[in-house]
């Protein structure tokens, strides 16, 4: 792994963390979702998936580390990669693509409530259905953030990589 590739993902794991710290007071309203998501179409499926893992391992440090940082972890690696291998090629040819993803990555970040209920609810002897509809309110703020927030990155991650592409061109 080069140097340049091992910094761009320290860098934006640096920056998911300083956005969960920054969104802590609004529960499960934060920008990272979409950032993960969005990071699938500029970078390839393993570097967002090391984003993704130092993010939720870093923010732990600053959030409590405990067994459901590796559920999270797990859940979001489920969610992505469901996104990179179907829904994202599928909403990719469609007309005003970014519209389609936006509802599109909202609704799956809604199932990342129920990847993360599995091994919970069985880590603390819980009814998953019950556990699962007693956070269904947050999942659902997720889902709703997620989908406001993922065109706002993606322009974000479009003006970045548009940049390094034409100062790259220019050398």
């Known amino acids: 792994m080069t140097a340049k590739r091992m910094s ?17 007071y609004f529960p499960n309203i934060k920008p990272v ?12 499926l393993k570097d967002s998936i090391l984003v993704m893992a ?10 409590g580390f405990s067994l459901v940082v ?6 979001f690696a489920m969610i992505m990669l469901i ?27 809604f199932t990342y409530g ?6 919970i609810a069985y880590q603390f002897g819980a009814n998953l259905y019950i556990y699962w509809l007693n956070g269904f309110f ?14 706002i990155i993606d322009q974000l991650f479009r003006r970045f ?4 592409k034409t100062i790259s061109s220019s050398d």
């Open 8 to 24: 761009r993902i320290a860098i934006l794991a640096a920056l998911c963390i300083a956005l969960r710290l920054g969104f802590a």
């Open 33 to 44: 979702t979409a950032f993960f998501l969005v990071s699938l179409i500029y970078l390839d």
């Open 54 to 63: 130092l993010t939720m391992l870093g923010s732990s440090l600053i959030f």
């Open 70 to 75: 590796v559920w999270q972890i797990f859940s």
């Open 83 to 109: 996104w990179y291998y179907i829904l994202l090629p599928l909403t990719r040819r469609l007309k005003k693509a970014i519209v389609f993803q936006s509802i599109v990555a909202g609704l799956i970040t």
């Open 114 to 119: 129920f990847w993360i209920s599995i091994p």
């Open 138 to 151: 947050f999942d659902l703020l997720h889902a709703i953030s997620t989908a406001l927030f993922y065109p």
């Open 161 to 164: 990589y548009y940049d390094e």
